[in-house]
């Protein structure tokens, strides 16, 4: 099972930028599905934010991210990132990168649906 490593995590005013780094070891990511979610304060559910597909590299984001986030993967880092951009107080949660080698992430992602996670990042958006 892949060991999933986040890192990025920061204080950022609204309108700034985070990178968020998910870092494995053990299996390649390469062949894994990789999301992102995120857990808002006081809130018990987490949220899918974003995934890229182990084959094709397609992509899925949640709505409310979409044209500010972007997920990539360097391989031959066996890294995943979520680059976040314009962000705002309701972005302020912490994230969790999640792998899983037989999933195919579409139109929505369930924490249930993966099987390998890290143990966070804080983002905090505030003025």
């Known amino acids: 099972q892949v060991q999933l490593v986040e890192s990025g995590g920061g204080m950022v005013t609204p309108g700034g930028s985070l990178r968020l780094s998910c870092e494995a070891s053990g299996p390649s990511l390469a062949y894994h599905a990789i999301a992102w979610f995120r857990q808002a304060p006081g809130k018990e559910r987490r949220e899918g934010v974003s995934c890229i597909n182990r084959s094709d590299g397609t992509t899925y984001y949640l709505d409310s991210v979409k044209g500010r986030f972007t997920i990539s993967r360097d391989n031959a880092k066996n890294t995943v990132y979520l680059q976040m951009d314009s962000l705002k107080p309701e972005d302020t949660a912490v994230y969790y990168c999640?792998?899983?080698?037989?999933?195919?992430?579409?139109?929505?992602?369930?924490?249930?649906?993966?099987?390998?996670w890290g143990q966070g990042t804080r983002v905090t958006v505030s003025s």
């Open positions: 999640a792998g899983d080698p037989d999933l195919y992430c579409l139109d929505n992602v369930l924490p249930g649906d993966f099987s390998s």
